[in-house]
């Protein structure tokens, strides 16, 4: 069970519990389970590690993009379907930066999985993400 955190220093706390960490992974793995895709793109420090743990569980590859949302973009192939995992939503625009980068290597972003959605900053009341299904595993 994902206990409800008010922090987003607080998801260090969940997952160095062994049963946190699992359940967390659980809940994304649950995201993620009715998608067919090629690659995980994982973008963020929870996001990488919980995107390595996915990938590896649903036998899928893994890019991780940094920070500038720099990736390999020949790890990517014309026409795959891919995922995002990644850090928080807050108002979308970093994600909606990577999702067209990942766009104009000829993918399709066809879900995007956030550890944590910080609803003060407003990111799904300004739609910015509206062409692309999300959820998070916490809403703070």
Known sequence: MIPEI????????????????????????????????????????YGQILGGVLADRMKSGIVFADDSNSFCRKALKDGWNVVIVTDRFEDGKKELELIQAVEGCGCRVIRVGFVAEITACGGRKSKILKKYPYEAIFTI
């Open 6 to 45: 008010n922090d987003f220093r607080k998801v260090s706390c969940v997952i160095a519990d062994p049963e946190g960490f699992e359940s967390t992974v659980k809940e994304l793995m649950s995201m993620f389970d009715r998608e067919v895709y090629d690659c995980i793109i994982a973008s963020g420090p």
